[in-house]
Every structure is written in structure tokens, then in C-alpha cells.
């Protein structure tokens, strides 16, 4: 089973909808964040949680809230979406806990394909 | 201003020769830095890492080096293998930053049969 699982895997919107992303992981870690692809710029960072009760923004931040639940559920929600949120978004979770002196590294989700009409 | 750039949105390599991925940075600050792989429908999977105090760190047929002075790190894969094609971002981070992950903007790799 995968650790880090996102739903929906697609959605298609309209303009103006609440729409909310699901994230649920059994790593055991207390990071998570929120990430949006888009061609030609990389993964960008929209929010990230450090632990239940820590919640920050990210890069790119406007037009989007959290919610974490639980250690292990993180939703990223869309108040009313629009066109330019078309994307790729994508959760992670990290240990901040150096793993053989490796760093801190973070683990992905299959993520959510997001279409705004 | 992209603090992660890699500046050539795909490269394609023969099989059995060497693939050279390039990354660069701007803030010196930078501390730890990612290699990610990404196919097609999947997350990005963690590759290889570096950290700031090595110059280089090999993984199997995988290579990064890191040159702090010119704020430049890249990944050599040899041999190139048809299923290594993928999307490559490259990430940095900071310590003084939480730990959070800047990334460049992905070069897609092809690699020939």
C-alpha cells in the first residue's frame, strides 16, 4: 500500500467552486505539505504543517486553505476556484529527523490532477 | 526570482552513454540539496542527495556533484538506461529555513534504445 495517498486523482471543476484535496499518510510523520506543478516552473510550495497545530504558507499561497486534521491528513481546499488553478498539485510528508545523514527528505503522493473550467 | 534553476527543459541521451543533468542556485544559504526522478502520473521520487559540506555523493550508476563556489550541482547518470527516462527536478534547502524544499523547474530526460 502506498504511504502517501492523494484523493481525488482527477478532478474537473467549474469556476467558482469549493473544491476540496485530500492527503492521508502512514510514514508516522509529522511535516506535511502542498505542492502545485505547473509546466516550465517546478513544484511550488502553496502550504506546509510542521505539526497538528503549526500551519504556514507557503510560495503561493493566495486562493487556497488547509486543514490538518491529524498527523496523518492534510486538505488543501479551493474557496472558489478559478482557470489559473489549473495544475498538478501534490502532497508530501517529511521526518524532520535525520535519516543516515542524509537530511531531511520528503516523500511524495501520487498526486491530484486539477482541472478549473 | 527562482533560487533553483535548471536551465534546459530536456536533453536526450543514447543508451549506454552518460546523462549530465545541470542545476543552479543562487542563495548560499542552501545546505542540502535533492535530486528527484518523476514518471509520468506518479509523485517525484526521492534519488540522490548532497550534502553542503561534500563535493560529491554516488548512489549505484549515480552521481551528484556539488561545486559551492559556483553555486552548481549536477547529476550524471552512467549508464543511461531507457528507464531512467524521466522528469529530473533538482531541490535545495536551507536549516534555517525549516527544512522546505525549493525546486528548479524539471528537465525531462530522454534516453534512446
Not at chain 1, 30 to 45: I, K, T
Not at chain 2, 26 to 43: C, H, I, R
Amino acid at each position: 500500500d502506498a504511504d502517501v495517498t492523494q484523493t481525488p486523482r482527477n478532478r474537473i471543476t467549474k469556476t467558482g467552486k469549493r473544491i476540496m484535496l485530500e492527503c492521508s499518510q502512514t510514514k508516522g510523520h509529522d511535516r506535511m505539505y502542498w505542492y502545485r506543478q505547473d509546466p516550465g516552473l517546478g513544484l511550488r510550495l502553496i502550504y506546509y504543517s510542521f505539526d497538528v497545530k503549526d500551519i504556514n504558507k507557503g510560495e503561493i499561497s493566495d486562493g487556497y486553505s488547509v486543514s490538518r486534521q491529524a498527523q496523518a491528513k492534510f486538505s488543501l481546499s479551493l474557496e472558489s476556484a478559478i482557470p489559473n488553478q489549473t495544475a498538478l498539485y501534490f502532497c508530501a510528508t517529511s521526518d524532520p529527523l535525520p535519516s543516515s545523514g542524509r537530511g531531511e527528505t520528503q516523500y511524495f503522493g501520487p498526486g491530484t490532477r486539477l482541472l478549473v473550467l | 526570482d527562482q533560487q533553483v534553476k535548471q536551465n534546459s527543459p530536456s536533453l536526450s541521451v543514447q543508451e549506454g552513454r552518460i546523462s549530465i543533468l545541470n542545476c543552479d542556485y543562487t542563495n548560499s544559504m542552501f545546505d542540502y540539496f535533492l535530486w528527484y526522478k518523476k514518471y509520468p502520473a506518479e509523485g517525484p521520487t526521492f534519488l540522490i542527495s548532497i550534502s553542503s559540506i561534500k563535493d560529491k555523493n554516488e548512489d549505484g550508476r549515480f552521481t551528484v556533484f556539488l561545486n559551492k563556489s559556483a553555486k552548481h550541482l549536477s547529476l550524471h547518470i552512467v549508464p543511461s538506461q531507457p528507464g531512467d527516462s524521466a522528469v529530473y527536478f533538482c531541490a535545495a534547502s536551507a536549516n534555517n529555513q525549516g527544512g522546505k524544499l525549493i525546486f528548479g523547474q524539471g528537465t525531462e530526460l530522454s534516453v534512446k534504445p
